[in-house]
């Protein structure tokens, strides 16, 4: 069975940089897995700020970025503010009989 | 503007099948490359993708579920159902529908407000 592991938690002061990652149990993540993340705050519904690696929604913060890093998925928070405090998932996708596989997430506390 | 809405019981008995429906606004569920998935997500705990659904009818499955889940759509009413059987505890749960454009290249863009599913006796 296929498992996508994240930091279980961050925290990052106002203003700072974050770097959260994303890895594949079956190597390497490749822009083939096309990467996303997805934010959700307490008590909300999640939405999806990053997609297919770096590609980000009109609705997505100029502050948030994705990438891939040392083999990994990452998303990265430059200027974080209070607001960024959810918790974020990352999903790979591989391939049509597999589908989607989302990670344990990550709470990010600011 | 593109709106999602889920619903179905909020209480299921084990044993018994659950239905969800998702009603769409905003897009059409017979244009090309237009995608619904289901994903959910139990208490405290993480997303788990479920079924998705293509505007041709192709369809996609969790592996691990792939045997209790079956995804439908009518057009006609902007309406794509899930059905799961087998219903246990462990399967109570936010279940959200969500769209997308291919959820590889484009991801899950727009996502509902989700639905709670609790299964007990």
């Known amino acids: 069975q296929t498992v996508v592991t994240q930091e279980p938690s961050l925290t990052v002061s106002p203003g700072g940089t974050v770097t959260l990652t994303c890895a594949s149990s079956?190597?390497?993540?490749?822009?083939?897995?096309?990467p996303s993340w997805v934010q959700q705050k307490p008590g909300q519904s999640p939405r999806t700020l990053i997609y297919?690696?770096?590609n980000k929604n009109s609705w997505t913060p100029a502050r948030f970025s994705g990438s891939l890093l040392g083999g990994k998925a990452a998303l990265t928070l430059s200027g974080v503010q209070p607001e960024d405090e959810a918790d974020y998932y990352c999903?790979?996708?591989?391939?049509?009989?597999?589908?989607?596989?989302f990670g344990g997430g990550t709470k990010l506390t600011v | 503007q593109i709106t999602l809405k889920e619903s179905g019981p909020t209480l299921v008995k084990p044993t018994q099948t659950l239905t969800l429906t998702c009603t769409v606004s905003?897009?059409?569920?017979?244009?090309?490359?237009?995608?619904v998935g289901w994903i959910r997500q139990p208490p405290g705990k993480a997303l788990e993708w479920l079924a998705l659904?293509?505007?041709?009818?192709?369809?996609r499955y969790s592996p691990s579920l792939r045997s209790r889940l079956t995804i439908a759509k009518d057009t006609s009413k902007k309406q794509v159902v899930l059905t799961m059987t087998n219903m246990d505890p462990v399967d109570t749960a936010t279940y959200y529908c969500?769209?997308?454009?291919?959820?590889?290249?484009?991801?899950?863009?727009?996502w509902g407000q989700g639905t709670l599913v609790a299964v007990s006796s």
């Open positions: 079956t190597g390497a993540v490749t822009t083939d897995y096309y």
């Open positions: 999903m790979l996708y591989y391939g049509d009989v597999q589908g989607v596989v």
């Open positions: 905003g897009f059409s569920l017979s244009t090309t490359g237009v995608g």
């Open positions: 969500a769209h997308t454009l291919g959820i590889a290249a484009a991801g899950l863009d727009y």
């Open positions: 297919s690696t770096t």
């Open positions: 659904i293509y505007w041709d009818d192709d369809k």
